[in-house]
């Protein structure tokens, strides 16, 4: 079935530092792909999208490309600042589109 | 701006109670889903409902059940807590997206601690 694999957490970086989480996926045929957000003592929020392979979706600084040869969807960024700190989730719409699925979740935590 | 509205941020009570989660989302929003969030187990669907009156099971439904009589209000219902089920539970909404994909919108989350 569909699923998705992330890299375990936590990560811990500092201020500045160059940021990137893996994120790889099973599914039939080529899904949209997701990456959510989740700040301390709030929900999940959209982070970025890409609807198709080799589609580059990009918000606040991060990026990630869709790699259909790789079945992946890493996320990256280039500078990571204190505010970034938060759980970073992986996502695909299950086969026939109601569910998504989640991975378990990158915790980040930048220092100072 | 919109937003889907849990009733609570922390609730407690205590073991064999009926507990109720309340979901609001102003968003006109066809789709409503409950999730429970665990360390180590990431987000795990409970129920989702596509349809006011409609509901569907998740991978999780044991000792759940749901109620939707109005659009934009989506309830959980913890039939006898037990302390297993002390949990973050999010609450998302999103819309019909026939065979589009439409990302879903979270509220801030319940913390329920069962005693």
């Known amino acids: 079935g569909d699923s998705v694999t992330q890299m375990e957490g936590p990560v811990t970086l500092s201020e500045e530092a160059f940021l990137t989480i893996n994120c790889t996926y099973t599914a039939t045929g080529y899904p949209s792909l997701f990456w959510y957000v989740q700040y301390p003592g709030e929900g999940l929020q959209l982070l970025l999208k890409?609807?198709?392979?080799?589609d580059k979706g990009s918000n606040k600084g991060f990026e990630a490309t869709y790699r259909k040869e790789t079945t992946s969807f890493h996320l990256e960024k280039g500078s990571v600042q204190v505010s970034d700190s938060a759980v970073y989730f992986c996502a695909l719409p299950s086969t026939g589109g109601f569910k998504t699925i989640f991975g378990a979740g990158t915790r980040l935590f930048v220092k100072a | 701006d919109v937003k889907v509205t849990q009733s609570s941020r922390y609730l407690v009570k205590r073991t064999g109670e009926k507990v109720f989660l309340e979901c609001v989302q102003d968003m006109d929003h066809e789709n409503m889903f409950w999730y429970r969030q665990d360390p180590g187990l990431g987000l795990r669907l409970i129920y989702f409902?596509?349809?006011?009156?409609?509901?569907e099971k998740g991978d999780i439904p044991e000792g759940y059940s749901v109620s939707r009589e109005k659009k934009e209000r989506f309830s959980l219902i913890l039939e006898s807590a037990s302390t297993n089920q002390t949990s973050m539970y999010l609450c998302?909404?999103?819309?019909?997206?026939?065979?589009?994909?439409?990302?879903?919108?979270f509220g801030d989350g319940t913390r329920l601690s069962i005693l």
């Open positions: 890409a609807t198709k392979a080799d």
């Open positions: 998302a909404s999103s819309p019909a997206g026939g065979l589009v994909y439409q990302p879903q919108h």
């Open positions: 409902s596509y349809d006011v009156k409609m509901k």
